[in-house]
């Protein structure tokens, strides 16, 4: 067992760079005590304020809040009570109700839970002062001023507090997204208040977002770490920088100078989006995905074109191959698919990965067919690990193991690499081939290939494992909205309230219905089905085919 947990912990910790080991050791020291000096002056407007991008409702009377599909009063919870998940306890204090839906409607409400946010979170104490959470805060208290509502003094003076706490707890030990909200917050509030410390926040702020920018958008506008759920908050974080620089920066700000930085990827980053995205509006589930925590995608379109950012229009594109992100996108009849052929993430950051490589996602005339597992919860424990592994997703299992080696709540020893996907297009048809190494530590070294064939009528995918003799099972889960039933040894025919939608053919393989799970959002977890395809003698063919008109049942 020692020289396993040695061998994952390599594994695991050789791919991290240099300053996040640092980053990890300066947690060790004594933090700094907080600097509760007065705020400085508020810097006059220098242009206008775009409304930000608006999430669903989180505040409602009586002081309950819903965050996370879980409802709980304050008055009974506080601010801080262990026995909720901490995701949930992070949801409270970032105060995303000030600016969400209806938000105007909460004025009174909202004004009395900052007064006692301030008195009831002293500085520098409990999870409302790490540094993600006071990032989201500082920036959401921003918007809400920008918004009309203006800020009482002894708010101003807290805000500053969290700027000068936020300016010596910058998260370089985990880098990635969170980074980014911190130099965001940094910006925000540099720009929000005037004078020398407001300008060495400012500096530090857009120093940060310049180093990152060029590594965490990839070249066909996708955020590095493999997630549409983060990469939409990447999106939302660079239109509200956008904004702010209109609304705050002077002509001769080094903030201004920077604008184009922040706005050259704005336009691929809303492309990457639209290919990521199903028709009913929901996010294509790979790694760490859930619906309801980005704003949705109609709501960052809107935005976007307020502050006057348009992407390129796809147009009647057959095939989206996002390269340096790895996914690609099919539309071909009724149906559209989106295929993960991508690397799990950045090497030093893997801690939103799932063993998801050459998973796929379906739609069929506009609602969701095949899905991934998705993600109900962050943390630790069984649940966790399962929603990672491969068995939660519309891939291939070879002998039990995960295709990348995930591990507690956001570790990763062993990586899948996929191999360079073949493509070719003949007609109205479309076929894409790809590999990964990810079960090579296995008998045999084995490979995963997986042939999707693609026409106007039918998908038909292949699966080969390199090793036949090695146990292998192909997943396709069901949305759970639909009804998977048997129809003959080699048959199945999926229904949607009593209309068959697809026939399903097994010609290679033993398939057969089994029960799981589906996890949209976090907190939800709901009952659904998946075809499980057992490959012979490592091959399996199963093959969809789309009814032109509904069937009756």
Same mark, same amino acid.
């Given at each position: ?5 040695? %061998? ?167 880098? %990635? ?377």
């Amino acid at each position: 067992m020692r020289v396993c947990k040695i %061998g994952i912990y390599w594994r695991t910790l050789r791919h991290l760079k240099a300053r996040q080991i640092v980053g990890r050791l300066k947690l060790k020291l004594p933090a700094p005590r907080p600097d509760l000096r007065t705020a400085p002056s508020v810097r006059p407007r220098a242009g206008c304020w775009i409304a930000p991008a608006r999430r669903e409702q989180s505040l409602f009377g009586d002081g309950r809040m819903r965050f996370l599909h879980a409802e709980e009063h304050l008055d009974v919870v506080g601010w801080d009570n262990p026995s909720l998940a901490r995701l949930w306890r992070y949801n409270q204090h970032y105060f995303d109700d000030l600016n969400a839906h209806g938000a105007s409607e909460r004025l009174a409400l909202q004004r009395s839970l900052v007064h006692q946010w301030i008195e009831q979170n002293p500085p520098g104490k409990g999870t409302g002062w790490e540094p993600y959470p006071v990032s989201l805060r500082i920036v959401n208290w921003i918007k809400w001023a920008l918004g009309g509502k203006p800020l009482e003094a002894s708010w101003l003076d807290s805000l500053a507090v969290q700027a000068r706490w936020l300016s010596r707890h910058v998260e370089h030990h985990l880098l %990635g997204n969170h980074l980014i909200a911190n130099a965001k917050a940094l910006i925000f509030v540099g720009l929000y208040f005037d004078g020398e410390e407001a300008n060495e926040w400012l500096t530090y702020g857009l120093s940060i977002l310049g180093r990152e920018l060029d590594e965490q958008i990839l070249a066909d506008g996708g955020h590095f770490e493999r997630s549409p759920m983060y990469h939409a908050l990447a999106l939302e974080d660079l239109l509200d920088l956008s904004n702010v620089i209109g609304a705050l920066a002077s002509p001769d700000s080094i903030a201004r100078r920077a604008l184009s930085r922040v706005v050259a990827p704005l336009p691929a980053m809303l492309q990457w989006l639209r290919a990521m995205t199903h028709p009913d509006g929901t996010l294509g589930l790979f790694n760490d995905c859930a619906q309801g925590v980005a704003p949705d995608q109609s709501e960052l379109e809107r935005y976007a074109a307020a502050l006057d950012i348009v992407a390129p229009n796809s147009g009647q594109d057959r095939m989206q191959h996002l390269r340096e992100s790895g996914y690609v996108r099919i539309e071909c009849g009724p149906a559209i698919a989106l295929l993960d052929l991508a690397p799990i993430g950045p090497d030093y950051l893997p801690g939103h990965a799932h063993a998801d490589t050459l998973s796929f996602e379906l739609s069929l005339d506009g609602a969701r067919l095949i899905v991934n597992g998705g993600t109900s919860r962050y943390g630790e424990g069984t649940e966790r690990l399962y929603e990672r592994s491969t068995a939660a997703h519309s891939t291939v299992e070879i002998a039990g193991r995960n295709s990348s080696e995930v591990w507690s709540g956001f570790r990763v020893g062993r990586r899948a690499r996929p191999s360079a996907p073949q493509v070719r297009i003949t007609g109205d048809s479309v076929e894409i081939t790809c590999a990964h190494d990810g079960y090579t530590f296995l008998p045999g070294t084995p490979w995963h290939r997986r042939r999707w064939f693609f026409s106007p009528a039918t998908l038909e995918v292949h699966d080969e494992v390199s090793n036949g003799a090695l146990p292998s099972l192909a997943r396709f889960i069901i949305a759970p909205q639909l009804q998977l039933r048997t129809a003959g040894a080699r048959r199945f025919e999926l229904y949607d309230s009593g209309r068959c939608l697809a026939t399903i053919d097994v010609p290679m393989g033993r398939a057969w219905v089994a029960a799981t799970r589906h996890a949209p959002r976090f907190g939800v977890v709901l009952p659904t089905s998946c075809l499980t395809v057992a490959l012979d003698c490592g091959r399996a063919i199963t093959r969809f085919t789309w009814h032109a008109r509904p069937v009756p049942y």
